[in-house]
């Protein structure tokens, strides 16, 4: 076969479009490989004459890099017609044939060489033509090779482009006018003399900079301190510059000096007041300069002290500035002529420092006015619960400050309602205000320990008091240090805390002890919040008193089988419900102020918890496989919560070495979610770790065995064949897919992507109980045994399998006495607060501060 010149018809009809293309596309490659250097000097050039770099050289300077920039401009143009080829048809052929299996082109151009005169051959050559023929009508542009790296190794090519995308927004094309006043005296003469002038407000105010030249107006407003840039071209002494508003020339400056000020072809200074700035001269302007002062700050207490039961105190303030808000101080003082100078506090007080605490900022968002809410905890200064004068105080990006009216208060702190307790407090308050007191404490704490049987409820408690008895007796006739009294002083406040909490592990004793302790408190007349506290205390004590006595009964049932639930019908069977009305009951009047009838409710409820007997939601078997699989996934969640736990302590520590000893044991609160579970997980990762395995390896390993868990608990789960029960499989096998994530991302030592995993899988495990609740309430309401019900009360009330009230709507939730009314809101603004600290510290690392972001944009 041989190759023809032309292209038949058809075929030229169906490459029509596919060559054209593939023809511009090798136009463009053979433009920018030979014209790239060319593009890039321009490009370089116009960056650097549009950002007006050419302003802060010399005149030799500036025209040797545009000498040396047209040198390599006209290289790179010779450079580029050389090596420059138009496209032509047969090689875009070749092109688009290479882009076709088989070559179709090819084969469509060539001819039958050999066989012409034999018809099996000649039928063989058409179909195997038209098959070509077929291909064709496949064929696609070739797409274009655009890359110049072999040739531009360094990537210039992007740099110039770098620059002048940055010129382009930060620069300006007038700017280029400017080297037209850098030409040779002869044209300058020419052209005649012209001028340029910025001005530009202080950085921090955020207002743009402007270009004097644009500016038509007579008058023009300014904040103080923005700089004038003025620059004049041509013939020296033709332009000068009158001005009043910036004091730079002195009074008794001489005429030769101010005109040589006055005719600078290059001036720089400062807006200090308002008043007058001319150019004179050809073009000459005149503006009246308004300066506008900046402001100072101003801060003020916005609205009343908050303190909760542990002594937190709740400080809000508002702050407000022209421009904004950089720093803010509370600065708290002994405010010694409004105490009450009484007993240990006769004698004059020890000098002690001044209180000082950085005011919180917004961590985002606008500073120019907002209100904030300073959080600290003061309870064990010595100052707690005595006249104090606050001051609050802001400064400005300027070093302006503003200072609040100071007030007089009392510094919040932790009150104590248990008398003991609250004397313990005094006697400490009274060895802090001055050492010189320890005799006398000595004299009182004997006093007060004179017949213990009376007063403490523990013999251990009498011991520790005795133990800083003969502390404080034995440094009275001596110079106590400073060290020894802060240490006497820790143990006393521990003692308080120990006799104000107790440590009591009978749960009926602890509910007695928050039943008289909210009734103390009401009597004294005790803030709302530190009522709302102890209520809070008091549902607490109920819930574990309701725990202990549902153990209880279901003991007495596995060791007393054929015993009859109704033998005892002196016993009240009253819900959980109907307690948790009572005492929302009880806080409605406490809130109302009706604080008699809050008190007889109070002392009903008492009487009533006496002689109640809650029951469980089982029957005298055990447990029903429900309620068994939900016990289950509640130690699994726990478990997980623990892993989740451990892993965040691992991620603080992995970039902030030696800070966990340092920030102290975790809360009791998140040690009790931890549960026994995690603890023992906790001995299983030392014990591999001592083994050669990694601590993530560790972690890893305990997640896949949470896993494996939960896929079985799963397997067993009741409540197939009703749409709660299967959206209830459906949360946990998304569940086990984050937990399946988690465990890889520990393996990979991605702790930061393992607490997400973890987080989802701990919020499916929720969602799967919810769900699973919901399946057992449908099963309860088609005709299974209702239990855990008050006499009288309605046979559609129900209890799950936690004891807790499903309700009317059979919803079965896990909120269920948490934290109740204004605690929720308190307790989420304190950790979305600890969390915006710590985002702010910018020399926590990099992927720390990229989890707190998370955190924030998430809640």
Known sequence: MTARDDLPTEINTALRW????????????????????????????????????QDYLSTEAVWAVLGLSGLGAVWALVRGVGRFAWPTTPAALVRLDATLPGSPILAAMDSQAIGTGDAASAAVWRVHQARMAARLKQAKAAEPDLRVSRADPFALRYVALLAFLVAAVFGSVLKVQSVSAMGPSGSDLASGPTW???????????????????????????????????????EVGVLSVSETVSNRVSPTATPEELVQVSTSTAQEFFVQQSGRLEIEGPGGRLWEIIATPDRAPEVTRDGEIEVTYEGEAQIPFAAKDDYGVVTGTARIE????????????????????????????PIAGDRSDFTETLVDNFSEHPWANLPVKLSLSVTDEADQIGEAVPDVIDLPGRRFFDPMAAAIIDL????????????????????????????????????????????????????????????????????????????????????????????????????????????????????????QLSRQAQQDRQNNPDQEMTQNQNMMEMSQNDLQEMMDRIQELMEQGRMAEAQEALEQLRQMMENMQVTQGQDQQGQSPGEQAMEGLAETLREQQGLSDQAFRDLQEQFNP???????????????????????????????????????????????????????????????????????????????????????????NDLAGAIDNQSEAMEALREGMRNLGEAMAQQQQQGQGQQGMADGADPGQQRDPLGRNVGSNGQIGSNENLLQGEDVYRRARELLDEIRRRSGEGERPEEELEYLERLLDRF
């Open 658 to 748: 030696g800070q966990q000893g340092q920030q102290g044991q975790q809360p009791g609160q998140q040690q009790g979610q931890q549960g026994q579970g995690q603890q023992q997980g906790q001995g299983q990762q030392q014990g591999q770790g001592q083994n050669g395995q990694s601590l993530e390896e560790s972690l890893a390993d305990r997640q896949r065995a949470l896993r494996q868990e939960l896929n079985r608990q799963t397997q067993n789960l009741p409540g197939a064949g009703t749409e709660a029960g299967e959206a209830a499989r459906d949360a946990l096998d998304r569940a086990e897919g984050a937990m399946e994530g988690a465990e890889e991302a520990l393996r990979e």
């Open 18 to 53: 596919p060559l054209l293309l593939t023809q511009l596309g090798m136009l463009a490659e053979n433009v920018v490989r030979a014209f790239w250097p060319l593009w890039s000097v321009l490009f370089a050039v116009l960056a650097f004459l549009m950002l007006g770099i």
């Open 196 to 234: 340029e002038g910025w001005l530009e407000p202080p950085h921090y105010t955020g207002l743009p900079s402007i270009y004097l030249n644009d500016i038509d107006a007579a008058q023009l407003e300014t904040p103080e301190g923005s700089r004038v840039t003025l620059r004049f071209y041509g």
């Open 428 to 547: 400490r308050r009274a060895l802090l205000w001055n050492r010189k007191n320890a005799s006398d404490i000595g004299l009182l704490m004997r006093a007060i320990s004179h017949r213990p049987d009376d007063v403490f409820r523990s013999s251990t408690d009498y011991l520790r008091l005795r133990a800083i008895l003969r502390r404080v007796e034995a440094l009275a006739d001596y110079n106590m240090t400073d060290d020894q009294q802060a240490e006497i002083a820790q143990a006393l406040w521990d003692l308080a805390i120990r006799l104000e909490e107790g440590d009591l592990d009978d749960a009926l004793e602890r509910l007695q002890r928050a039943q008289d302790r909210l009734a103390e408190a009401m009597r004294n007349g005790a803030s709302d919040q530190e009522i709302a506290e102890l209520m809070q205390e008091l549902r607490e004590a109920t819930d574990d008193y309701l725990r």
């Open 334 to 361: 002994l405010a010694i002529d409004d105490v009450d100078r009484l007993y240990g506090l006769r004698i004059d007080p020890e000098p002690r420092p001044v209180i000082e605490l950085p005011l919180p900022m």
